[in-house]
């Protein structure tokens, strides 16, 4: 077992910002959304059942700390996760720091994460 030395204050500023940032639901819930794929924002207002205004400040607070990725198709814009987060599997998704990562897994996959 490796010993682990504490980590510099400049990883626990990213480490904070981005659970501060993961602390909403919504955004959450867009992140596993877009896990599945691409999506525009209709099509996340329809599923989230939330006002346009709504997901779109939540959505440009994710593109803002680099989480997703957009482009414009005429009129609409997609949405989807960027190079930062890692679908892992169905179950799986890792949003990367510098130097750390978080992951989040669903516990209905049975599936064993190592530490």
Do not use: W
Not at 10 to 38: H, M, V
Not at 81 to 91: A, P
Not at 92 to 97: L, N, S
């Amino acid at each position: 077992m490796s010993k682990r030395s504490g980590a510099t204050d400049q990883d626990l500023e990213q480490l904070t910002s981005l659970f501060r940032l993961l602390s909403d639901k919504t955004r959450l819930n867009i992140l596993l959304l877009l896990a599945d794929g691409e999506r525009n924002v209709t099509s996340l207002c329809e599923r989230l059942k939330l006002p346009q205004p709504t997901v779109s400040h939540h959505l440009g607070l994710l593109r803002m700390n680099n989480v997703i990725a957009n482009r414009r198709n005429g009129k609409q814009v997609f949405y989807a996760l960027n190079g930062r987060v890692d679908v892992e599997s169905e179950s799986a998704v890792k949003i990367g720091a510098e130097n750390y990562s978080v992951e989040i897994v669903s516990n209905e996959a049975n599936v064993a994460v190592g530490a």
